[in-house]
């Protein structure tokens, strides 16, 4: 629904107002739990509505914003959930501890307080008069505050900090996007060289994924890849527009290769540096942005299927493949002396890798431990991991994540534990690949139908955006965006209710994440600059 600019700058006042008091229920939870939540990080977080009020006034003062502003409100409304979601992460001195001892410690704290807010409460005078000698004896259930300590958050930690810094980059990183998509000039550069594009970006970004990352991070625990979705995009989607029409003069459901090529090899750039990380998680990504942007440009049922089925073998042949480039590392490097045949025994044998037989191993069975025998992956890893029995091994290394996920979604039920009442501290990294747990123990069903239906919304108005663009270009750009939203949204959250294998990528706009924020609002930039072109020439139409 396309409301006027002052209908959608109420909302996000709203927003704001509802926020603050998320903040207040979070602080009023912790100071009840024994511990104090920074109210200086709080302010932080609603000091950045800041510039996002100032970005909505730039959009429909300056530049009289006649696009679809569901998508700019409904995108605030997920960082303003995922905002306050870590803030009572981060500030739980059990999330926030470094190390098992300390853990352990603020877990003891906050049972202690507990147990001594029940003796206060449920003991009665004679009870109390006899274990404390008194009868109105009353139990410390907060922690004193020592006034010489020195406290983590500071005004100057704040401002240095990447998670004031990220937020107000990727705010930055959309008015750029928005202000450089609506100009044809730059769409006719961008289309023009999509092809150079997709292999200057795309080139940089598989040497450091191979040869400067492991298990999917780099440069310490991010994923500098994530702008590459961005350039691909622009990449592919200049290729189609241009050869869309030659893709549908086709002999028996299949265009010429001279056409098909090109394509091929754009889609192979980002698939090979994946498969050599084994993120396939991005890799389902990716392949439903092909077939999302091949359906909007040629929309014939054959050459559609036959694309479904091209991109369902692409996947099953880059799994395999994956498989057999380890097993080769693997035997090539070891020094283990085996004939040539059983060489060529183990590459097939081995041909799906460990890590995905592991990840559909945990879908399948959840906490039940693979058996030695009949999996020898599990068998390779079972001695290297801490534990007394394969059941504790398992539990300890995989299935402890997602099992402490799935408990705080049963717990929350309807409407949930309530904000900062939950014990979503318990599931490790749940700021980042498992935040929509945390947001469905705390806020129940309610909580996480609202981050369902908002990224329904978003798909919706996005794939609106691209039916209504008026060139194939453009059309394909708004239908990709809207498709890597989707996807990587869908992948997500069905790996956290554990409808689909975990994967391990981030939720977009709500997950705790550098890049992957940044990438994200940049990506609506570009949408909503799309939905301002579309609009504007309908109203210079009219006039």
């Known amino acids: 629904m396309k409301n006027r600019p002052s209908s959608h700058l109420l909302l996000l006042v709203l927003l704001v107002v509802l926020d603050a008091l998320a903040y207040l229920a979070i602080y009023r939870a912790g100071i009840a739990r024994g511990f104090s939540p920074s ?47 870590q803030y009572r992460l981060f ?35 004679e009870k109390k008069k006899a274990l404390f000698g008194d009868p109105n004896f009353q139990l410390q259930t907060t922690t004193p505050t020592d006034t010489n300590a ?82 691909f995009l622009l990449s592919y989607a200049g290729i189609l527009a241009d050869h869309y029409r030659n893709l549908s003069r086709t002999h028996w ?51 559609v299927t036959i694309a479904i089925g091209l991109m369902a073998a692409l996947l099953v042949v880059s799994i395999f493949a994956a498989g057999v480039y380890n097993t080769v590392v693997n035997v090539f490097t070891d020094g283990a002396e085996v004939g040539a045949v059983q060489r ?15 990840r559909f191993y945990l879908w399948r069975y959840g906490g039940i431990a693979p058996d030695t025998e009949e999996h020898e992956w599990w068998a390779k890893e079972a001695p290297r991991v801490p534990g007394n029995t394969d059941e504790e091994k398992w539990y300890n290394k995989y299935a402890f994540q ?41 806020m129940g069903i309610v909580g996480g139908a609202i981050i369902i239906f908002a990224f329904i919304i978003v798909v919706v108005a996005g ?43 981030t939720l977009p706009f709500v997950s705790h994440g550098g890049w992957s924020l940044i990438t994200s609002f940049f990506m609506l930039g570009m949408l909503m600059a799309i939905s301002h072109r579309n609009n504007s020439v309908k109203v210079d139409s009219r006039q």
């Not at 932080?44 to 300056?62: E, N, S």
């Not at 059990?94 to 409460?121: C, F, M, S, W």
């Not at 309807?414 to 469905?440: C, M, N, Q, R, W």
């Not at 209504?468 to 209710?497: C, S």
């Open 39 to 85: 109210v200086l990080l709080a302010c932080r977080d609603l000091a950045l509505f800041l510039p996002i009020f100032f970005v909505f006034i730039w959009l429909a003062r300056r530049h009289k914003y006649a696009g679809d502003l569901t998508l700019f409100t409904v995108a605030i409304l997920l960082f303003s959930i995922g905002q306050f979601t």
């Open 91 to 125: 500030t739980d001195p059990e999330y926030a501890a470094g190390n098992r001892a300390e853990v352990r410690q603020a877990r003891l704290a906050k049972a202690r307080v507990q147990q001594y807010k029940n003796i206060n409460q449920f003991y009665d005078a």
């Open 150 to 231: 020195p406290q983590y958050w500071t005004l100057s930690r704040i401002f240095t900090s990447t998670s004031t810094l990220i937020p107000l980059v990727a705010f930055l990183g959309f008015a750029l996007a928005f202000a450089f998509i609506r100009r044809d000039d730059v769409l006719l550069l961008l289309q023009r060289n999509s092809f150079l594009i997709g292999l200057l970006t795309t080139l940089p970004f598989a040497f450091i994924a191979i040869f400067l990352s492991e298990r999917g991070k780099s440069l310490g625990n991010t994923t500098p890849w994530e702008p590459v979705k961005i350039t």
């Open 253 to 303: 459901g299949i265009p010429p290769w001279r056409f098909v090529l090109p394509f091929l090899l754009i889609a192979a750039l980002p698939i090979v540096p994946f498969f050599a990380l084994q993120d396939f998680g991005q890799m389902l990504v990716f392949l439903g942005a092909y077939v999302t942007l091949y359906v909007v440009a040629v929309r014939r049922l054959p050459q």
């Open 344 to 358: 060529v025994k183990n590459i097939v044998n081995e041909g799906v890798p460990d890590r995905i037989k592991q």
């Open 402 to 442: 997602p099992s402490q996920a799935l408990f705080g979604i049963s717990d929350g039920r309807v409407l949930g534990a309530g904000l900062g009442k939950g014990h979503p501290e318990t599931v490790p990294i749940a700021d980042s690949d498992f935040i929509y747990a945390v947001v469905a123990e705390e």
């Open 463 to 505: 794939m609106r955006t691209a039916i209504e663009a008026r060139d194939m270009f453009t059309k394909l750009i708004a239908a990709g965006i809207t498709a890597f939203l989707g996807f990587q949204a869908i992948v997500n959250i069905g790996g956290v209710l554990r409808m689909l294998p975990m994967t391990g990528i």
